[in-house]
């Protein structure tokens, strides 16, 4: 092989390195015989042909493509870079996986969810509206005088007969096909009375339906048209010259579109032109005049939620 080497440096090596370099499919080996003869004697050396070895195999291709790249300047580095550059394409292959990541793009659903809730809220909002008309409503019946508070003062006062007597009609909006759960907070400072033919709600001062069995004592009540009910809101199991507060929740059905009547000395109830004072000064928590005490009594109603019945 000495003397062969040596003809074939006195002919050229042109002809010879192709003889010399046998490329196999094998991939990187073929690759390194190309650099051993190329890139060692020819500054442009052979390496081409071993380039192509690098060609058939994707590993191998990076292995053949670096011989050449430090010896000969313009050896066959591109063709074995070539090959390493489809690894590169392998690799954004696997990028392209990352892509399966942008599936959490469904997430963008969950987004979608919220502005579920968000119109759920909404909905919520334009059911409260269907009893904007009484949301906030109170009866007021103060004194005629100006301060009526203290124990020096007597335990009832006189009314204005605007007060002593009043009827308020308010309607609700909605569906007229749908029965509605009304749900009221009652606040207030007021006297008592006793109701009959109904029925007390436990722990509460609130009776469904029935009348006042008291007439001189001020009733506070509320008919609905439909479904037909009267309530009241200040019963006691007796009548005296006392004062209390009132502060709680009643559920009261109302179909849409119904009319609702609030009243102050209603039905059986017999106006005499006064009441109990506040003379104790009692302060209801949350509503005007608060921390003020109001200077007679009064009671308001509240909207905390309406829902379809079910």
Known sequence: MMRVSAFCWLLGLAACSSEAVAPSNSGGGAGAAGNAVGGSTNSAGSAPIAGKAGSSAVTGGGAAGAGPATTGSAGSVPVGGAAGATGTAGTSGRSGTSGGTGTSGTAGAAGSSDSGATAGTSGASSLLGIAAAFDGFRFEC???????????????????????????TKKLAGDASVIYEVKLHVRGDAEPNTYVKGKLDPNKRFYVGGETSTPGYTAYMLTVADPQQVYFFNYNPSTSHIHFLL???????????TTLTFE?????????????SNRDKLVVPGIPPAPDPFNGQLVQFDVVSVQPRQ
């Open 247 to 257: 502060d709680y929740e009643v559920t009261i059905p109302m179909r849409g579109g």
């Open 142 to 168: 103060p004194c005629v005088d100006a301060n009526h508070f203290g124990p020096d003062k007597p335990e009832n006062c006189d009314n204005p007969p605007a007060a002593d007597r009043q009827t308020q």
């Open 264 to 276: 102050v000395n209603g039905g059986k109830s017999v106006p005499d032109g006064h009441g109990v």
